[in-house]
């Protein structure tokens, strides 16, 4: 197993999804790494954790990364989290992202929860994310 494209994986996917046009109409430039101090915006895009496992095998190192990115809204109903959900999961799933150590196989959608949070105060969107690599 090799863990040394981790954080090649998660500069590769916060570039997708800070310069993606239809996610960026959605939530301007509110992408975020990790959840923003002071006040959050309405509507953000936030990476989230992350789990990885050995795939390697006789020819070289790889791992499977399954990785989480949250979309957080302030907004009343679900309507502007689901559009924003849907422009990262456009952005992500099969992309063919570039990174700067190793090379993404593959990079896929595994599954969505959408849920109230805080009391019902915020809409939390969860997009879990699985990308196979292997570590040049």
């Given at each position: 197993m090799s863990y040394g494209c981790a954080a090649a994986l998660q500069e590769a996917v916060f570039a997708a999804?800070?310069?993606?046009?239809?996610?960026?109409?959605?939530?301007?430039g509110a992408v975020h790494d990790a959840v923003p101090p002071g006040p959050a915006p309405d509507l953000y895009v936030a990476l989230g954790p992350e789990e990885a496992e050995g795939r390697g095998d006789a020819t070289g190192r790889g791992a499977l990364h399954r990785f989480t990115v949250s979309v957080i809204s302030g907004q009343p109903g679900f309507a502007g989290a689901k559009r924003a959900a849907a422009a990262v999961s456009d952005a992500l799933d099969g992309a063919d992202l570039t990174l700067s150590r190793g090379h993404l196989v593959a990079l896929r959608l595994e599954r969505v929860r959408a849920r109230r949070t805080d009391g019902a105060a915020l809409r939390?969107?969860?997009?879990?994310?699985?990308?196979?690599?292997?570590?040049?």
């Open positions: 999804l800070a310069g993606d046009a239809a996610l960026a109409a959605e939530v301007g939390r969107i969860d997009l879990r994310f699985a990308a196979r690599i292997e570590d040049d």
